[in-house]
């Protein structure tokens, strides 16, 4: 599956987003599909992920509550709505495909990557 990820952009703190995330083929459902962030010098983060079915969903302590994933089957497109964006969310963020029913928090159990994009918040 190849992915492409958009939707970053330079906001305000306390300023919202929509990141979203393509997936071509016509496999997406048997994907979990997850959202990390990397800023530079730094190990890739967990931001949150969602189960194949779009059912459930985890998420980073540090983004309850302000983030939210979820998918669209019909789009085969995943989504990441940041709300209540803060400067410590700036960084680049990646989407990625793991073919289990539920994506887990470490980047390197994730078998496709998205080229990232930049979301970038001023205070």
């Known amino acids: 599956v190849q992915l492409q990820a958009y939707g970053g952009g330079l906001v305000q703190a306390g300023g919202s987003l929509r990141l979203s995330c393509a997936a071509s083929?016509?496999?997406?459902?048997?994907?979990?599909m997850g959202w990390f962030r990397q800023t530079p010098g730094k190990e890739r983060m967990f931001v949150a992920a969602?189960?194949?079915?779009?059912?459930?969903?985890y998420y980073a302590d540090s983004v309850k509550g302000r983030f939210t994933i979820s998918r669209d089957s019909a789009k085969n497109t995943v989504y990441l709505q940041m709300n209540s964006l803060k400067p410590e969310d700036t960084a680049v963020y990646y989407c990625?495909?793991?073919?289990?029913?539920?994506?887990?928090?470490?980047?390197?159990?994730?078998?496709?990557w998205g080229q990232g994009t930049q979301v970038t918040v001023s205070s």
């Open positions: 990625a495909a793991d073919v289990v029913p539920m994506g887990g928090s470490d980047f390197r159990e994730y078998d496709y």
């Open positions: 083929g016509r496999t997406f459902s048997s994907y979990a």
């Open positions: 969602i189960d194949r079915g779009g059912g459930s969903t």
